[in-house]
Structure formats: structure tokens, C-alpha cells
């Protein structure tokens, strides 16, 4: 019977003596340690020292941290001229312009014969680039101009955008006052009351009624630079409106054309709101943080970028910087339209323990900047590993050509085997523990033959 003597370190726990015999057995392929029965050759482990060692192992985690401007769609309504008894109706829009959803808690409307026609449950939840449509209705009960506003609040703080309403009574007869005659000037309107970027707006002066036989001559005017409209247009005679087209410029920055229309004493406006044609990128989180990581591992995050702007944004290229940080394949430069995102796979994996730092930066076409710069951070940790050594025996007539590392886990009845390939070696080290398990361990010897001796001692080790 050959004695097999423990190796004791200062990271080793030595478990209590236990025998293991070597002899020939068939079935080397089964995955649990089994007991002995027929053996010809023993070989006793005096000792078995298995031996657990570093620290505390972290998994890979980490937290990744991280509102919307409601514009109102054209600067007022104009309904022109309506007769008397009856009913004019108009649309008004609320667009989201921010990056985040808006509340709309409710709208009011003050002045003149103006009514709300449509109906909405309140609060009423707009998307970031979405829209808010309802209708509203004139209905003069006499002939003369009419005048009136509407409040929208919402959940945007500081903020209670306002709708301008205008209208002219008309009596029956073509007037808006008693008794009949030619048409005047009774407004002017355009098909968009808003514009993003830059294009061209259809728009219209409408009389009271029919014009003169010599037609109604009216003058045009812009107070923006940014839109452009001829210097007058000609009512037909007997017509009762005209059109022309006003071009609009792209703008840097939202803002309101007031567009006039003159004639026989009589002005009207129209106001047309312009948006600028921003191409807007962000980010799901300012920061991205990995927590702590064990060593020699990986942990990954998702960066999300967003196109949130009115026109579509290029993302040119996204660079890293600082150690062990690192950047999925993604094929850059491209495009995003207006909603679309791209998700950049973010990876850390530490060699070393100790915090670490460093940092994303995305370039694009945007308009509110070129760049974007993304702290990262993280921390490599210490794993676990469970070392294990033993004695070989000092001879044998059937001698030793490798062993078999069983492992069992949480108290299981059935063991696993460690090692695929063969382990001439009387060391081992298992690194695949986890925290908060316990462990259970045996060894076997295989001789040339391919048969396996009896298993040796248990021992057993806690992962904290």
C-alpha cells in the first residue's frame, strides 16, 4: 500500500485522512466518482489538501444614468370671412419639440364667438416629436371682426403657449356690415401655419365677397427676412380670393413671420411659425458605469444613441479611451432619421485591481455640437479559485499516468468531472466557484490501462 503525503501552504485547509486504492475498473467515462468494489492495486492518500485562495470575486455590474418644449403649430388662426349663422373650422397642433413626452393638462379659450369642437380626455401624453391635433370652430352671430385666444397648459414648467383666433362676420348680402357692395379684404391664411427647414408655403387673401369689376389690388409683406413673398397680388374681378406663394428660408433657431396683406384701408396677418431644421443626437445615459468586475472578465453595457432632433443626424465615429475599456464592431458612419437609435456595445474587462476610468466620444453631423464625450468607469476585482494538491504514491506496480478532479456542489449526490483533459499533474486549480456555494471534492487515478482507482477523501470548501 503506497502512503501519499498532503502539501500544506498558507492559503490551504488539509481535510482529514481518508484511503483511496487503485485498481483496475471499467466505466473511466462516467461523470460521478464511483465506489470501489474490485481493486488489485491500492493506493493510499494519506491526505488530501485542498486549498482556497484570493478574494472576494465581483460579478460584473453596473448602473448606467442618465425632458420637452411644446411649441404651438403656426402663430394663430384665422378664419377670414364667414357668414353670419354660419360655422368656420380650423385645426390647431401642438408639437413636442423636446427630447421627452409633454402632459397636456388642458386648453382654454377666452374671446369672440369661438368654440372647441373636439373633444379630449385630459391629460393628454405628446412623444418627443409628436403631435396634438383638436378643432376649433367660429360661429358669428353678427357681421364684424372677432377676436380671441386659447391658453394650452402642459407639464412643461414656465411654459403656457397661446393660440391667436380671428374671424369676420359676414352678412348674407357679402358685407360685413349693412347693406351690400364690393368685396374687401377679409384675410389671408397659408396652408402651412408651420415650417421646418427651409420650402415654400401656398397661401391666400380672401375678400368678403366678390371683388370689383376692376378687381381689388392688394399689397404683401413680410416682417422676416427668412421668408419671402411677392410685393402685392391682384383679386380678380369678381373673384373672391387670390393665392401666392411665400418662401421660406431654413433659420438657425424657432421663431414667427408675420405675413400682412393691405388693401383699402383694411390689414390682415397671418403668422407663420418657422422651426429650425436641427439635427439632433443623445445619449441614454451622461455616464456609464461597469461597478465592480473580476479580473480577467468581461462585463458590457449598451449605449443607446437617438436621433431627437427634425432632420436626420450622421454619426460620424465613436472612439475609446482608457484602459481595459473596449468598443463592439459597429459600422460607422450612419445615418439616423428622426427616431431612429444605434446601440454601442461598451465592454470592461480589468487585469488589474483597483478602480479604472476613461471615455466614449461620438461625433456627428448635429447641429447642437460635433461632439459627445461619455465618462466610463469601473473596478477590478479578485476571483475566487479553489487550488487543490496531493501526494502521487512513491511506486506502484500499476503505475499512475494521470488523474481525475470530481467536484460536487451545494451537497449533490452525483459529482461532476472537473478535468476533460488528462491531468498528469497532482495539482489542480478550479476557478469556475462562485460566491456564496460550497464545494465538495475527490480525486481519482487512471493507470495506462484507462482504469480508474476509487476516490480518495472528500474535502469541502465554502465560497464566501
Not at 57 to 79: D, K, P, T, Y
Not at 415 to 440: K, R
Request: proline share 4%; with cysteine.
Amino acid at each position: 500500500m503506497h502512503q501519499f503525503a498532503i502539501h500544506r501552504s498558507s492559503e490551504s485547509q488539509t481535510a482529514g485522512r481518508a484511503g483511496l486504492r487503485h485498481g483496475r475498473r471499467s466505466g473511466t467515462s462516467d461523470s460521478r466518482v464511483r465506489g470501489g468494489s474490485r481493486s488489485r492495486r491500492f493506493l493510499l492518500y494519506t491526505g488530501f489538501v485542498l486549498g482556497f485562495c484570493a478574494l472576494l470575486a465581483f460579478a460584473g455590474c453596473g448602473s448606467i444614468e442618465g425632458n420637452g418644449g411644446l411649441l404651438v403649430v403656426g402663430g394663430g388662426v384665422n378664419f377670414g370671412s364667414v357668414t353670419v349663422g354660419s360655422i368656420g373650422t380650423a385645426t390647431v397642433s401642438l408639437m413636442n419639440g423636446g427630447g421627452g413626452a409633454v402632459s397636456v393638462s388642458s386648453v382654454h379659450l377666452s374671446g369672440g364667438p369661438f368654440t372647441i369642437a373636439s373633444s379630449a380626455t385630459f391629460p393628454v401624453s405628446v412623444a418627443a416629436g409628436g403631435t396634438f391635433s383638436f378643432q376649433v370652430q367660429f360661429a358669428p352671430s353678427a357681421a364684424g371682426e372677432a377676436t380671441g385666444t386659447i391658453t394650452v397648459l402642459s407639464s412643461v414648467p414656465g411654459s403656457a403657449p397661446t393660440v391667436s383666433l380671428a374671424g369676420l362676420g359676414v352678412s348674407a348680402g357679402g358685407g360685413s356690415g349693412s347693406g351690400s357692395g364690393p368685396g374687401v379684404l377679409s384675410g389671408i391664411s397659408c396652408s402651412k401655419a408651420s415650417m421646418v427647414g427651409s420650402g415654400t408655403d401656398n397661401c391666400t387673401v380672401t375678400l368678403s365677397g366678390p371683388a370689383a369689376s376692376g378687381g381689388l389690388a392688394i399689397s404683401l409683406a413680410s416682417n422676416s427676412s427668412s421668408v419671402t413673398v411677392p410685393a402685392g397680388v391682384t383679386v380678380s374681378a369678381n373673384a373672391t380670393s387670390a393665392t401666392f406663394a411665400a418662401t421660406v428660408a431654413a433659420v438657425p433657431s424657432a421663431q414667427t413671420a408675420s405675413l400682412t396683406a393691405a388693401a383699402g384701408g383694411i390689414t390682415k396677418a397671418f403668422s407663420l411659425q418657422l422651426n429650425a431644421a436641427l439635427k439632433v443626437l443623445t445619449a441614454n445615459a451622461s455616464q456609464v458605469s461597469f461597478g465592480t468586475v473580476a479580473l480577467n472578465s468581461t462585463a458590457t453595457q449598451s449605449l443607446v444613441l437617438s436621433s431627437t432632433g427634425t432632420q436626420a443626424v450622421t454619426v460620424q465615429s465613436a472612439a475609446l479611451t482608457g484602459a481595459g475599456f473596449s468598443l463592439g464592431a459597429v459600422a460607422l458612419p450612419v445615418t439616423l432619421n428622426p427616431g431612429q437609435s444605434i446601440t454601442l456595445q461598451l465592454g470592461f474587462l480589468p487585469t488589474l485591481a483597483g478602480a479604472a476610468s476613461g471615455q466614449i466620444t461620438v461625433t456627428s453631423d448635429a447641429t447642437s455640437g460635433a461632439t459627445m464625450a461619455i465618462p466610463l468607469s469601473g473596478s477590478g476585482g479578485v476571483a475566487y479559485a479553489v487550488n487543490l494538491t496531493w501526494n502521487a504514491p512513491a511506486s506502484s506496480p500499476d503505475p499512475v499516468v494521470s488523474y481525475r478532479i470530481y467536484r460536487a456542489v451545494n451537497g449533490a449526490a452525483s459529482y461532476q468531472l472537473l478535468n476533460s483533459a488528462a491531468n498528469p499533474g497532482t495539482t489542480y486549480t478550479d476557478t469556475t466557484v462562485a460566491n456564496g456555494q460550497s464545494y465538495v471534492y475527490v480525486v481519482t487515478s487512471v493507470d495506462a490501462g484507462g482504469m480508474e482507482s476509487v476516490p480518495s477523501n472528500t474535502f469541502a470548501a465554502t465560497i464566501p
